[in-house]
């Protein structure tokens, strides 16, 4: 069975600082994994998805990794700003007609 | 405008109510899926429809059901709401096409509250 950790479950850092949050996965036999944000009271946004051939996505100041042998990846901010205080979540699926496994988030607070 | 809504955005019952969630989306999505949210806990899949006439349980169906009126809209229902059903509710879509991202696209979610 699938299972999605995301450790820590809250972080909070100084404006500016560069940051990574960390998820952990225990079935590599992935076929995606995707990051979220959600905002307090509100839905889910996709930040980024990773293909399971793919090692690495970009988007403005995010980059998520994936090291799939050691059922891993990383969400890399950088240069953050108070704005990007919300909870992240990631989450993998084993195939595009499978359900998606969600870890449990990481609230993020930056500080001004 | 929203191209996934959920109504009703906030709903207080009480245990025993039937209660019905709904869910419609403007993407052309084949694809819709109802998760609960629970603090600390992530979000849990309840069902998932990938066309009409495809309804599939999630890992938390007991206590719910739902139905695809059409592409667009997919409710949920609660026949006899109780309290551990309390939670943020989602709605969410994506589509099968090739070469598509497998992208879920959420709705801004409804709270249930059954005292």
Not at chain 1, 14 to 26: I, K, Q
Not at chain 2, 37 to 55: A, C, H, M, N, T
Not at chain 2, 83 to 105: E, I, K, M
Request: aromatic fraction near 8%; include cysteine; proline fraction near 4%.
């Amino acid at each position: 069975k699938q299972e999605v950790t995301q450790i820590p479950a809250a972080l909070s850092v100084p404006e500016g600082e560069n940051l990574v949050l960390n998820c952990s996965f225990t079935d590599s036999a992935i076929y995606n994994l995707q990051w979220f944000r959600q905002d307090p009271g509100k839905g889910l946004t996709s930040l980024l998805l990773i293909q399971s051939s793919q090692r690495e996505q970009t988007s403005g100041r995010l980059n998520a990794s994936l090291d799939k042998s050691s059922g891993r990846s990383t969400l890399y901010i950088a240069a953050s700003q108070p704005g990007d205080s919300a909870t992240y979540l990631c989450a993998v699926s084993r195939s595009s007609a499978s359900k998606i496994i969600f870890g449990s988030g990481t609230r993020l607070s930056i500080r001004p | 405008d929203a191209d996934v809504t959920q109504t009703p955005r906030n709903r207080i019952t009480k245990t025993g109510k039937r209660i019905m969630l709904e869910c419609s989306q403007t993407k052309g999505h084949d694809r819709m899926y109802w998760y609960r949210q629970d603090p600390g806990l992530g979000l849990r899949l309840i069902y998932y429809s990938f066309d009409v006439k495809d309804i599939n349980k999630g890992e938390i169906s007991d206590g719910y059901s739902v139905s695809r009126q059409a592409q667009a809209k997919f409710s949920l229902s609660l026949e006899s709401a109780i309290p551990n059903q309390t939670a943020l509710y989602f709605c969410a879509t994506s589509v099968s096409r090739t070469g598509s991202t497998d992208t879920q696209y959420f709705g801004p979610g409804t709270r249930l509250t059954v005292l």
